[in-house]
């Protein structure tokens, strides 16, 4: 299904293991483009233009963002070949189940799940016309696994797991395949305040006995997507470093 230049959709792509993905899948010579909340201005958003990496300034928890980012994905960088799309945007706010506010579980539900799904939606829409695509969405270990003080992240990357299972099932038939990853620790800005204790605890269950790095995902999405792994369908992916 790949074609001599792949238009790639990423959210979330100026950090962390989404910026790892745009200049992997750059690198292969796709043609790129981001959604992600910065300010056109924002020193990470001038970065992508050296890349020649296009930029649109989307809020994924807002549906209503996402629809308008889609148009201009359409108007402004051919869209309508949209072929490869990963739902990497993801927020965290942990907190005690005891604790947890209402804001605080709408506020990672509305940006994880909801905003996976739509994009989901508006992409399919486009690939389906195409009968031929590729979708990954990032789940989480902790979305099979759980984990203490993050029920509200640990629900949202479970939902996603369901989500992708269900559309590889419902548009497997229109050639477009539909993955899961589900990243261990993987050293980000999100993961670099974690206390050193933490840190050990993680250490002591990987068995390959380091963190991951961003790379490891970004290389997995640029096999999923390099017509390599076209059997591979409704998948997640655990990349963990054998965590047990």
């Known amino acids: 299904m790949v074609s001599n230049q792949n238009l790639a959709l990423i ?12 200049t992997t899948l750059v690198s292969r010579g796709d043609k790129v483009v981001v959604f992600d909340c910065a300010e ?15 930029y649109i300034k989307v809020d994924v928890g807002s549906v209503e963002s996402i629809r308008k980012g889609f148009e201009i994905l359409q108007k402004d960088f051919g869209g309508g070949n ?10 965290a706010k942990d907190n005690l189940a005891i ?10 539900l509305d940006v994880n799940l909801k905003g996976t799904f739509f994009c989901c939606q ?17 789940s989480s270990i902790v979305g099979i696994e759980g984990n203490a ?54 250490m002591d269950r990987i068995s390959v006995k380091r963190f991951g790095q961003p790379k490891d995902i970004a290389n997995m999405v640029e096999f999923l997507t390099s017509g390599k792994a076209d059997y591979i369908n409704g998948e997640v992916i655990r990349i963990d470093g054998g965590l047990y």
């Open 149 to 202: 003080a993050q029920v509200n992240y640990a629900a949202s990357k479970a939902g996603i797991i369901a989500l992708t299972k269900s559309l590889a099932k419902e548009y497997s038939s229109r050639n477009i395949l539909i993955n899961a990853l589900a990243p261990g620790f993987i050293e980000t800005s999100m993961t670099s305040n974690l206390p050193e204790n933490i840190k050990k605890i993680a």
């Open 122 to 138: 508006n992409g399919l829409k486009l690939m389906i016309k195409k009968k031929s695509g590729y979708i990954i969405n990032l």
């Open 40 to 54: 056109e201005n924002d020193q990470r958003v001038l970065d992508l233009q050296q890349l020649n990496v296009g």
């Open 82 to 91: 949209l072929n490869i799309l990963v739902n990497n945007a993801g927020v």
């Open 11 to 22: 959210t979330g792509g100026l950090g962390g293991i989404g910026s790892a993905i745009v």
């Open 99 to 108: 604790r947890l506010t209402e804001s605080e579980w709408d506020f990672v």
